[in-house]
T-cell receptor, first 114, second 114 residues
């Protein structure tokens, strides 16, 4: 158990809908990362928050947004969902802002858009 | 150039024989390198990490990797494969030029035959 908790584990929703994925980082970790894993794109970095502030953006669509709250949990919001958004979404946390430190991953949320 | 390249998408070995999963990286700065493992329908687990200390790094479950700067390689090895090693393995680089986030290779699926 990595100490990172993601909810829900599975999510099935229709195209055009909006969903929220939740992540609770390891106790004491200030950084939260979101990754998308799909068969065709592999593991893609989406966004990084550190202590409530956005630090880096990767291949994140405009329809997607995220935030990190004062208690350090994070939410990834996906809207106007398309079939191609079906993927495994991982959250990871680490104690530092970035750079040369490993991240600890949650079990992921499997999103299926039908 | 690709930041991290895993040279084999699939590797198949017999139980009890050595494992070699190859990884080459690209970085103008001193990188940190990691290997993660993902078992089917599971999250990502850190196997080992290199962060500019000893070039031979020992990880969990008998895995080790050697950082070779001259060859820009960080290959993962294990002397004797076990059935439970069957999984997907990701080589990961973190470096200033990539914004200090974790950049994942495409993954290598390891199959272990009995």
């Amino acid at each position: 158990d990595s100490g990172v908790t993601q909810t829900p584990k599975h999510l099935i929703t229709a195209t055009g809908q909006r969903v929220t994925l939740r992540c609770s980082p390891r106790s004491g970790d200030l950084s939260v990362y979101w990754y998308q894993q799909s068969l065709d794109q592999g593991l893609q970095f989406l966004i990084h928050y550190y202590n409530g502030e956005e630090r880096a953006k990767g291949n994140i669509l405009e329809r997607f947004s995220a935030q990190q709250f004062p208690d350090l949990h994070s939410e990834l919001n996906l809207s106007s969902l398309e079939l191609g958004d079906s993927a495994l979404y991982f959250c990871a946390s680490s104690p530092r802002e970035g750079g040369h430190t490993e991240a600890f991953f949650g079990q992921g949320t499997r999103l299926t858009v039908v | 150039a690709q930041s991290v390249t895993q040279l084999d998408s699939h590797v198949s070995v017999s139980e009890g024989t050595p494992v070699l999963l190859r990884c080459n990286y690209s970085s103008s700065y001193s990188p940190s390198l990691f290997w993660y493992v993902q078992h089917p329908n599971k999250g990502l687990q850190l196997l080992l990490k290199y962060t500019s200390a000893a070039t031979l790094v020992k990880g969990i479950n008998g895995f080790e990797a050697e950082f070779k700067k001259s060859e820009t390689s960080f290959h993962l090895t294990k002397p004797s494969a076990h059935m439970s090693d069957a999984a997907e393995y990701f080589c990961v680089v973190s470096s200033m030029e990539y914004g200090n986030k974790l950049v994942f290779g495409a993954g290598t699926i390891l199959r272990v035959k009995s």
